[in-house]
DNA sequence: TTACTACTTCTGATCTCTAC
DNA sequence: GTAGAGATCAGAAGTAGTAA
């Protein structure tokens, strides 16, 4: 499949693929979740490049629990791990993935997509992360030095360590940047307010 | 394997400094 | 005096090493 949208679809450079560690995946319930997939997308209102409905292959139940099973926790990693929600607009399913949210957990929802994060400094840098590595880091120059990253100036090239040796900012993976970290909750909660500003996004703070 | 200890890192709060 | 920026600190949490 790879090898024929390498040739035919030129316009992606992106993947998510995931599987069975032990190999067990039939064709039936392969067909099952690519058509849960495109049905998920659709309800999502995400336009699909793929034209077809999937294949309606015969699915005992067990199978079909099986790999429904392995959807969820392939969404939910994606969710939970790397920040990914591909079906971010259906709110109801993001609410059937974690239907026992933790008290302890920190969240906000920031446009269309929810982040999560066992602490204020935690869901801040995984924003300030999906922002920096999508499009939307163009919006975000006036937040950006050129050296170290300040109260202001929140991201930058270079880490910045106090003269005692604490560090003050993360560094963003995959990208050049440095976020910095060490607000209070409040002064995180303002400058979270100011991504929104810039980026033309709606924050919510939901457990904060 | 478990328990313990020491060390490091993370987190939230607070203090100091500066500009207005 | 006040608000915000910058810096520091104490406690919590996590990790690594070691002995039993």
Redesign the pocket.
């Known amino acids: 499949r790879l090898q024929q949208h390498y040739i035919n679809k030129p316009w992606w450079n992106k993947l998510i693929f995931f599987g069975r560690e032990d190999g067990h995946l039939s064709k039936a319930q392969l067909d099952l979740l690519e058509r849960k997939i495109i049905e998920k997308m659709k309800r999502a209102e995400i336009e699909l490049d793929n034209n077809t409905q999937g294949n309606q292959s015969y699915i005992d139940k067990l199978s079909q629990f099986s790999a429904l099973s392995l959807l969820s926790k392939v969404e939910r990693v994606l969710i939970d791990i790397a920040n990914i929600d591909l079906f971010a607009s259906d709110d109801t399913e993001f609410d059937r993935f974690d239907p026992t949210p933790n008290n302890d957990t920190?969240s906000i929802l920031f446009g269309r997509q929810h982040y999560t994060?066992?602490?204020?400094?935690?869901v801040f840098?995984k924003l300030v992360s999906t922002l920096v590595l999508s499009s939307e880091i163009s919006k975000l120059t006036d937040l950006i030095n050129s050296t170290e990253p300040?109260?202001?100036q929140i991201l930058g090239t270079l880490e910045?360590v106090?003269?005692?040796g604490?560090?003050?900012t993360?560094a963003i993976d995959s990208s050049k940047y440095h976020v910095?970290?060490?607000?209070?909750?409040?002064?995180?909660y303002?400058k979270i307010q100011i991504l929104a500003h810039l980026t033309n996004n709606k924050v919510t703070f939901e457990r904060w």
């Open positions: 920190i994060g066992s602490s204020y400094r935690d840098t300040n109260t202001v910045r106090s003269g005692k604490t560090k003050l993360k910095y970290v060490n607000f209070s909750k409040d002064a995180l303002k």
